[in-house]
């Protein structure tokens, strides 16, 4: 496959020469560092030419060196690392040339067309999510995740959680969400009660402390999508305040308003969340009351509660009777 390349050796070899920042065998270390990336560029060692650029620029920091590091990365298919460094330049190098700019933005837009964005809905909090085996992240990612257009496997692990795995495709310049819910591992050791006794004189069956149970954890789940949500809404404040401040550069500014979009998308996301989320808790809160009353009539020699039909004039269902 051919390559289109970003070329500023000239101007890298200037931006170095004339760093005031680092001492004079700095600056003779980092040249010879950057003239043996050049040199192995030429020859085709690309790993070898990396190499060199990262030394010369940790020696002598210039923005220009990363166009160089960029290259290097794109001919070894590593588009990520790549469209990285070109985006840096366009951030770090306000005196680059607009044809400068120009080249690097078509270079960006020929990397985007190979690499998509994942959004990652991991719970429970504080899971370790890998990605290839490779990338390994704390839930929750807030932010969007940069991957080479293709499949990817994804592996999420939790304590008291059974571990969970999937494959995913991204499309090259698009993006795609996946959400991860993992599920309680079912212990071998000790074996959950019939009844739960309060020590009061009367016991919860097991389908009611199960009820309640699930209850509280839904709650908690709306809470902490809540506490998400609020943040996402802050992100979002932030970015709107970036992208209007006239001291940013235009492409900070437009990473800004780009940040803020993403902001609100998950601000949105969680906010639903966190609604659907209580009304599952008092549904299930519910249920825990109702089948509290109908499993201890069926205990007793009267029943004190039980479900019958019930129909009228303009409705139809079932209705908790009995005595409480």
Known sequence: ???????????????????????????????????????????????????????????????????????????????????????????????????????????????????????????????????????????PILDGIKLVAGEHRLRVESEGYAPYEQTFTLEGGGRQEVAVQLEGAVSTEVEAPDEVDDGEGFSLPTPVWISAGASAALGIGAIISGVLALRSNSDFDDAVADSNDLSLGAAERARAREDGLDAKDRADRRSTAADVLGIASIAAAGTAVVLYFVLRGADEDEPSAYVAPAVGPNAAGVALTGSF
């Open 1 to 139: 496959m051919a390559f289109r390349n970003v070329s500023f050796v000239a101007l890298l070899t200037l931006g170095l020469l004339a760093s005031a920042s680092a001492h004079a065998q700095d600056r003779e270390a980092a040249r010879a560092a950057f003239g043996a990336g050049v040199s192995a560029y030429g020859e085709g060692r690309y790993d070898a030419a990396l190499a060199s650029f990262q030394e010369a620029y940790r020696i002598a920091p210039h923005p220009s060196v990363r166009v160089n590091m960029a290259n290097c990365y794109e001919q070894l298919g590593r588009p990520v690392e790549a469209l990285n460094h070109f985006e840096r330049f366009l951030i770090e190098s306000e005196n680059a040339s607009a044809d400068q700019r120009a080249e690097v933005r078509s270079a960006i837009a020929r990397l985007q067309a190979q690499v998509g964005e994942v959004f990652l809905r991991v719970t429970p909090e504080g899971a370790s999510v890998t990605i290839d085996d490779d990338t390994t992240l704390r839930a």
